[in-house]
């Protein structure tokens, strides 16, 4: 049976009672009607742009929260209502530019670490000029366009990152923390069209990912099993999980914005990953998306990859407004029908 989010509730219903008591350890959530009023005047605008007008008179809205992450999401059934590979027309024409920018010609037109670049057969390295962190370059990928991937190409991509890493701890003498991130498109926030990702090595622990790492150890004190083992099984008794080659794959049930997805990996390195992750990016390519985050980061014996949409390249709004900043996150995608999509 084919569920929604906003049918939450029916679902956690059907649970078994020990999977629905392991649901409700991680989650609360509360399913409500927001009511509005549509003026005569408003009638025609309002079925044109939603259909009808008893749907946007009550609006069903799902709220829910991961209770150790505090990660909060809240869907509302209006926006939910759209096909999953919504596709609009791309800006090709500003893809275009192949061999003008800064990154076609990278051994002339950025700078180098101090130890030199690390070169992969598909992409070179690079300092970034102007860093976020005392560590931080970029893996620049020898094909312009950002939205052309290949396995093999993704693969060696994360193969010179971590190799860029160890050159790194190598010259610092020192285990440093790795982050990899993937802006794809200016939506996402990168600055430069041409494909790359960025790389830092940190001597302290991100904040994000301490808080993370944090509910894990408590989670593991306090119930005496593994935080990502049970996570995932609650996604999976509910359709949001898959499995590729041995990676769990988790349709995230509090996504921090469109279509996220979370990768669980027991691999040594990241590019022990690059299979799953080609895999991801070429569903998301396939169902319109433009511009997406990415990142790769070790919590305790895991790699973890987070992936998700940033919308179509011809929207001039963000995302991201005050409330996913500093309250929960408002999303327009289901995770139940993002799994069935891939
Ligand atoms: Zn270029």
Redesign the pocket.
């Known amino acids: 049976m084919k569920y929604e989010i906003t049918e939450l509730d029916k679902l956690v219903e059907q649970l078994s009672s020990d999977v629905r008591e392991l649901f409700k350890r991680f989650y609360s959530f509360d399913i409500s009607t927001g009511t509005l009023k549509v003026p005569e005047e408003m009638e025609d605008w309002v079925k044109k742009r939603f259909g009808s007008v008893e749907r946007v008179e009550n609006q069903r809205i799902v709220s829910i929260k991961n209770k150790f992450t505090g990660e909060h999401s809240l869907f509302n059934k209006l926006r939910l209502d759209r096909p999953v590979d919504a596709k609009s027309a791309i800006a090709l024409e500003e893809l275009k530019?192949?061999?003008?920018?800064?990154?076609?010609?990278p051994e002339k037109q950025t700078p180098t670490d101090v130890f030199g670049r690390v070169k992969g057969k598909n992409c070179i390295t690079a300092s970034n000029i102007a860093k976020y962190d005392s560590f931080h370059s970029l893996i620049i990928f020898n094909e312009?366009?950002p939205l052309t991937i290949k396995g093999e190409w993704i693969e060696d991509y994360l193969r010179t990152a971590e190799r860029w890493f160890e050159e790194v701890c190598k010259s610092e003498e020192k285990e440093l923390q790795k982050f990899f991130m993937w802006n794809c498109l200016w939506r996402s926030g990168a600055s430069?069209?041409?494909?790359h990702i960025q790389l830092t090595a940190s001597r302290m622990r991100y904040g994000k990912l301490e808080v993370l790492e944090k509910a894990m150890a408590e989670y593991e004190k306090e119930f005496k099993s593994d935080y990502i083992d049970d996570l995932y099984n609650v996604h999976k008794t509910l359709g949001l999980a898959k499995e590729n080659k041995g990676e769990r794959i988790l349709f995230y049930l509090t996504p921090i914005k469109e279509k996220e997805i979370i990768v669980v990996s027991k691999a040594r390195r990241s590019d022990g990953m690059a299979d799953t992750i080609y895999e991801l990016l070429k569903s998301y390519l396939d169902m319109g998306v433009q511009s997406f985050n990415l990142a790769i980061f070790q919590l305790g014996n895991y790699h973890i990859a987070r992936l998700v949409d940033r919308g179509s390249l011809t929207d001039k709004n963000s995302d991201i407004g005050a409330m996913e900043l500093y309250a929960a996150s408002v999303i327009s995608s289901d995770p139940f029908k993002l799994a069935q999509a891939i």
């Open positions: 530019g192949k061999g003008e920018c800064l990154f076609c010609n312009h366009n430069i069209i041409h494909g």
